[in-house]
């Protein structure tokens, strides 16, 4: 059986670029779990100190920055730019897992979360939170990526985005 020390997180973003209704691009990208995001596991998870969160939501930030281990939910606006009015949907997108997920991995796959573009923009990543609130600066930031390459948008393209969550 394996200790809890050696259990390891890992997250994936997946991210699809449409324009005019035809894909252009895909890629994944590996994130960080943040300290705030391994705390929050070890304390809900493995020591029962704290509520599990009951909902997940995913974003997209433009800011040219590789997301730090000291990143929080209250640094998402100001550290990593989240777009905001940049895209049309009014909350950050739920982050609803599969159903059939099993219990080392799950993943949002069946229900990816939809971004519509209002402008020309560069989209640098993606994180990870526990509130749906766009700019919001409350919650748990569980993980961060930096995409690489970034991603070039346009008004009315559309972005898919997928992220699975692995234990190892």
Do not use: C
């Amino acid at each position: 059986m394996q200790n809890l020390e050696n259990i390891k997180h890992k997250g994936i973003f997946t991210l699809e670029h449409f324009r005019d209704g035809e894909l252009i691009g895909s890629d994944k990208f590996e994130n960080l779990i943040v300290t705030e995001g391994k705390n929050y596991v070890a304390n809900s998870a493995y020591n029962n100190k704290i509520a599990a969160q009951p909902n997940w939501f995913v974003a997209l930030y433009g800011n040219n920055v590789a997301p730090s281990d000291s990143l929080t939910a209250a640094d998402v606006a100001s550290i990593l730019g989240e777009l905001n009015t940049e895209v049309a949907e009014a909350t950050r997108p739920a982050w609803t897992p599969n159903a059939g997920n099993s219990g080392a991995s799950s993943s949002n796959s069946e229900a990816v979360a939809v971004f519509t573009m209002t402008q020309d923009d560069t989209v640098y990543g993606a994180f990870f939170v526990s509130n749906s609130t766009k700019a919001g600066t409350t919650g748990t930031l569980l993980a961060a990526s930096a995409f690489s390459p970034s991603r070039a948008v346009q008004t009315n393209d559309v972005l898919q985005l997928t992220y699975e969550i692995q234990l190892t």
